[in-house]
């Protein structure tokens, strides 16, 4: 008999790890400039190679987006440009990109011309940036709609995260503004890509908001198989969505119309399903208390360099280990569920099994799925929690209000909106998400 399917999506918190101190409401994300990020690089460009290096500041653009721009501007296919990390559309974003051009410097090339994007500084390198190639990202983050003595419970909150460590959830951003993307990715796995496109395409489920009349009506003509007006309905912002349904206008078939879909949005749906199965596994931590701890079985990650190793009685007896723990550079990790991934062992592994059953996928539908995905979906492991760098919390004011400003630094991966998710504690959509 089956498992039963998780009813819950895993997208948001169950419970919160700072659930002792209050909460400072408020919102964040209401305009750009209230949500600052910014890489720190993992090196500096040598000066010479084949790649162009750009240190960009972009406002309004998702990275896909960003990638879009740069591969038209400079002549070149979207795979030749390579990125550190993926970085929120709703957010003034500065960020490390490179460009294969081989035989060509930047001054080859005209200006830049978009409002969107700012060109900070640019080099050469020898080598194609590739993802995690940073050091960190630093945050500067304004809640809103707050009180400012609520500034002393944030900073309560960030001083509880720095001490044990941050739950090193996926955010809600991961999921989309519909919070359906991992069910995309599922489905796209199971090799479903019907129903991949009738969650991406069709009608939204009883009890989800939908965006706009727009959107409605495109969902309509999909059902229809008004392909050609569907995608115009759409609007020029839904690149994913129109992609899909313009290749079934030409007839082409479900499959067809998933694999024609840009190679980062495509990565990102099964990322998503990898994410939500993450998250399924850290609540299950969480709630029995054991995020910051190390079972027998488990395999250890540290942070210096992202090496694993497992976990023994002899290795968990060790003194230098709960030293470790303590300071954190190591911590336990989760699945990112893929073939390639390493396994732990014991009540660990029989748990993480669980984990990706309740999702109605198997280890087999995973190496299924090898010839047609390959290194996309390749999976490795992600540590349950992160260290919390250089915390600060102030209050503030400007032309639009008050607000209280936390500053923070993280390392790759980690979701800033996550901590933020501890420090305001509100309802689900208080947080912008991308689409």
């Given at each position: 008999?089956?498992?039963?399917?998780?009813?819950?999506?895993?997208?948001?918190?169950?419970?919160?790890?700072?659930?002792?101190?209050?909460?400072?409401?408020?919102?964040?994300?209401?305009?750009?400039?209230?949500?600052?990020?910014?890489?720190v690089p993992?090196?500096?460009p040598?000066?010479?190679?084949?790649?162009?290096?750009?240190?960009?500041?972009k406002v309004?653009?998702?990275?896909?987006?960003?990638?879009?721009?740069?591969?038209?501007?400079?002549?070149?296919?979207?795979?030749?440009v390579?990125?550190?990390?993926?970085?929120?559309?709703h957010?003034?974003?500065?960020?490390?990109?490179?460009?294969?051009?081989?035989?060509?410097?930047?001054?080859?090339?005209?200006?830049?011309?978009?409002?969107?994007?700012?060109?900070?500084?640019?080099?050469?390198?020898?080598?194609?940036?590739?993802?995690?190639?940073?050091?960190?990202?630093?945050?500067?983050?304004?809640?809103r709609?707050?009180?400012?003595?609520?500034?002393?419970?944030?900073?309560?909150?960030?001083?509880?995260?720095?001490?044990?460590?941050?739950?090193?959830?996926?955010?809600?951003?991961?999921?989309?503004?519909?919070?359906n993307?991992?069910?995309?990715?599922?489905?796209i796995?199971?090799g479903?890509?019907?129903?991949?496109?009738?969650?991406?395409?069709?009608?939204?489920?009883?009890?989800?908001?939908?965006l706009?009349?727009?959107?409605?009506?495109?969902?309509?003509?999909?059902?229809?198989?008004?392909?050609?007006?569907?995608?115009?309905?759409a609007?020029?912002?839904?690149?994913?969505e129109?992609?899909?349904?313009?290749?079934?206008?030409?007839?082409?078939?479900?499959?067809?119309?998933?694999?024609?879909?840009?190679?980062?949005?495509?990565?990102?749906?099964?990322?998503?399903?990898?994410?939500?199965?993450?998250?399924?596994?850290?609540?299950?931590?969480?709630?029995?208390?054991?995020?910051?701890k190390?079972?027998?079985?488990?395999?250890?990650?540290?942070?210096?360099?992202?090496?694993?190793?497992?976990?023994?009685?002899?290795?968990?007896?060790?003194?230098?280990?709960?030293e470790?723990?303590?300071?954190?550079?190591?911590?336990?990790?989760?699945?990112?569920?893929?073939?390639?991934?390493?396994?732990?062992?014991?009540?660990?592994?029989?748990?993480?099994?669980?984990a990706?059953?309740?999702?109605?996928?198997?280890?087999?539908?995973?190496?299924?799925?090898?010839?047609?995905?390959?290194?996309?979906?390749?999976?490795?492991?992600?540590?349950?929690?992160?260290?919390?760098?250089?915390?600060?919390?102030?209050?503030?004011?400007?032309?639009?209000?008050?607000?209280?400003?936390?500053?923070?630094?993280?390392?790759?991966?980690?979701?800033?909106?996550?901590?933020?998710?501890?420090?305001?504690?509100?309802?689900?959509?208080?947080?912008?998400?991308?689409?």
């Open positions: 008999m089956p498992p039963e399917l998780d009813s819950s999506p895993h997208t948001r918190p169950e419970a919160y790890l700072t659930a002792a101190i209050p909460g400072t409401g408020g919102v964040i994300k209401q305009r750009p400039e209230d949500f600052i990020v910014e890489e993992a090196y500096d040598s000066g010479e190679g084949e790649h162009i290096y750009l240190f960009v500041q309004g653009l998702s990275t896909s987006q960003l990638v879009s721009v740069l591969a038209r501007h400079f002549g070149v296919r979207e795979f030749a390579g990125y550190a990390g993926l970085k929120d559309r957010a003034v974003t500065r960020q490390v990109v490179s460009i294969h051009t081989p035989g060509k410097k930047p001054e080859d090339f005209p200006s830049l011309r978009d409002p969107r994007i700012q060109v900070l500084w640019s080099d050469l390198h020898a080598n194609k940036l590739r993802r995690g190639h940073l050091k960190a990202n630093r945050f500067s983050i304004k809640v709609e707050t009180t400012l003595r609520a500034v002393f419970d944030a900073k309560r909150t960030l001083e509880a995260l720095a001490a044990s460590g941050v739950p090193n959830r996926a955010g809600e951003q991961r999921f989309g503004i519909l919070a993307n991992h069910l995309v990715g599922r489905a796995l199971l479903d890509d019907q129903h991949a496109l009738d969650i991406l395409l069709g009608p939204l489920p009883a009890g989800v908001p939908d706009s009349e727009d959107n409605r009506r495109s969902r309509r003509l999909y059902v229809e198989k008004k392909y050609t007006d569907a995608a115009v309905t609007g020029k912002g839904a690149i994913t129109r992609r899909a349904l313009a290749m079934l206008a030409k007839g082409a078939t479900p499959r067809q119309a998933i694999d024609a879909l840009h190679g980062l949005a495509r990565s990102f749906f099964l990322t998503s399903f990898q994410s939500a199965v993450f998250n399924r596994v850290l609540d299950t931590r969480l709630r029995e208390g054991t995020f910051d190390l079972l027998v079985g488990d395999l250890a990650f540290k942070h210096e360099n992202g090496a694993l190793f497992l976990i023994t009685p002899e290795e968990l007896a060790k003194p230098d280990t709960a470790r723990l303590a300071a954190i550079t190591i911590s336990p990790s989760g699945p990112l569920w893929g073939p390639d991934m390493f396994p732990t062992t014991g009540a660990v592994a029989a748990m993480e099994g669980e990706l059953a309740s999702f109605g996928v198997t280890p087999a539908d995973l190496a299924a799925a090898v010839p047609r995905f390959g290194q996309e979906h390749q999976g490795h492991r992600r540590p349950l929690r992160v260290p919390i760098s250089y915390p600060s919390v102030q209050a503030g004011g400007d032309e639009h209000g008050h607000y209280i400003q936390c500053d923070l630094e993280l390392p790759p991966g980690a979701f800033a909106t996550v901590v933020m998710d501890e420090v305001m504690k509100t309802p689900p959509g208080s947080q912008a998400s991308e689409p």
